[in-house]
């Protein structure tokens, strides 16, 4: 027997409870149960996201949302600047793409960032750019954005920040409203510990102004509209009631454990997991600050990334992930986000010797998990 | 004590088996597990929707998957004719208006249909046409359209029928191949007795050849970027997990129960639910062929329909539903979709004299529940 270990950056484990609760008989959207819940779901999601705006909830995943901030608030032809250092801003660049948008790139190399100063050169020296589109955590590289940062810039231009927050919401500080953020796009599947199939979307007064001037076409995802029933605590259409069932409880459990409670326990567990890689001799992927929802690794000089990989899920039934496009073969990703405690950071760096020993690479068993328990025994 | 019941015209109740399938651990969807839960599915999809093509599975609920079918196949500027009877064709119209078609609306009333004759005619009146946009069951007024001999007409031209089977798929028959249907458009919530969240669709090489000539802008339901992962039985991005592993669920079911069979259980649901109606003395909505997935009914002259949803709700924990727009406070609607048996039949007949008995229109006690019985004892 094995015990099934959901440790990829996302889709993340669903905790027991909320799967029984989602479990429960279907109901309808139009009652007054879906009403409480929705309302309830509403106030929590405020909370999370820190803002006095409604966060709306279409049925859609991630990048049903990251589309949705870009059709509502921009227009063919406008020109956005694209913080490009990792797969997801790919698709930033992608959807641009597709609607016609012109981008400004600004490159980093993968597991590196880039610095706030050049976003406010390239946003003097192309005044007419209408947006900045990043990734907060990029989980294809492990890194964390400084959005902070980023927004100090874009606050002072009629530029708005949208910010890709799909692995940091609920996992890594974030608080939009006192950042000046103005778009954050999340979905279910990473920090909120549900099944994929929610996007979450909150736009700033300064964003909601974008989408009056919008003129890209969209109907499913016209938050405008989605806005106007979530006010009357209304569905727009039918929603994605049995997650939304799932994301009362998960809102829930956030609120009982307390939201900055919820992000120390992250950093601890990222913190744990890179001491545990690094006191096996391995080398961290990121140049720069880590994100907490993740720790990407290289592998060891000689030995094919993907094999780790494998080795987790062939060993140990263990779901891990590996690199993407440039990073494929060279680094592995362990995901500790959302339903994720000391013991699964125990649990993966386990595994991690063990897979390391059958590939050839000398370990000294046990190093790894003692590295983890110091930053365990640190007064929290 | 009192068991909800939920018997909307969608969402529909979802088996306990299939929430208890989707309440074990999530998995991963690049992982040999999923692959195996994708192909059953795709291979299932092929025998629900009576097609060669590959049926899409998008993270999306049935309105995403309308405005899919459109952007996917259509250009801005283009002609479409809309069959409108009904508060779903509204919904064809407005996306149809989003994305800068140009719609030639055959309308009828509520209630009734509009004959193939003039779809063919207005087809010859207006030859720029591109596409024939309609619904197959109509749930705002609880009819059944003749996709069949719409499908006739427009396989004789070079537009593609695009038809919303959200509450027809698995209720009525609807061989896409067969009849030369160009896209089917559905969803999870309705015959397929899951939660709602994801979006069905097909296309037929007509309206894939469509496809290649479609320039509206779409990223996050592009279905020719869709079909190339399908096609290698992979995800293009995170998919709807859960409702897909429900989704294996409920196409096991189907074919246990054989898809002929299915559609003859919703088709005597029907019958027996309009007997039951009509031999209270109640008038039925649909003036034409009447959808076997719920059924309209006119309230009893002096009665506000609405005030038979809210009493279904109070006195008996039913949600059934009201009119829409033009029909408001006219009819109410009673679902026998999906995961529907004689028992639910009964449970609604037996509600509704008991209800009008409470509203003070003359009912004899059990004559509705014998109208339906009788059905219920002919030869199946």
Known sequence: MKKYQLMAPGPTPVPSEVLLAMARPMIHHRTPAYDALFREIRAGLKRLVQTIQDVLTPACTGTGAMEAAVTNT?????????????????????????????????????????APERIAQALKANPS????????????????????????VTRATDAILVVDAVSSLGIAELPMDAWGVDVV????????????????????????????????????????EERKYAEKNEARFTPAVSIMVGLREVLRMIDAEGLPNVFRRHTRLSRATRAGAEALGLELFPKTTPSPALTAVLAPRGVDADRVVEAFAASHDITI???RGPTKGKIFRIGHMGYATETDVVIALSALEQVL????????????????????????
């Open 74 to 114: 921009l227009s063919a032809g406008d020109s956005v600047i694209v913080v490009n250092a990792g797969a997801f801003a790919q698709r930033w660049l992608a959807i641009a793409k597709a609607f016609g948008l012109k981008v400004v790139e600004l490159e980093a190399p993968h597991g590196d960032t880039v």
């Open 129 to 152: 750019v209408r947006a900045v589109l990043v990734q907060h955590s990029e989980s294809s590289t492990g890194v964390l954005h400084d959005v902070r940062a980023y927004a100090q």
């Open 185 to 224: 796009v999340s979905a279910s599947q990473k920090g909120l510990m549900l099944p994929p199939g929610l996007g979450l979307l909150a736009l700033s007064d300064k964003a909601w102004a974008a989408a009056k001037r919008s003129t890209l076409p969209k109907f499913y995802l016209d938050l405008t």
């Open 321 to 323: 992930d590996g690199g």
């Open 357 to 380: 020993a059958e590939l050839g690479v000398p370990v000294d068993f046990g190093a790894g998990i003692r590295g983890a328990q110091k930053v365990f025994a640190e007064r929290s």
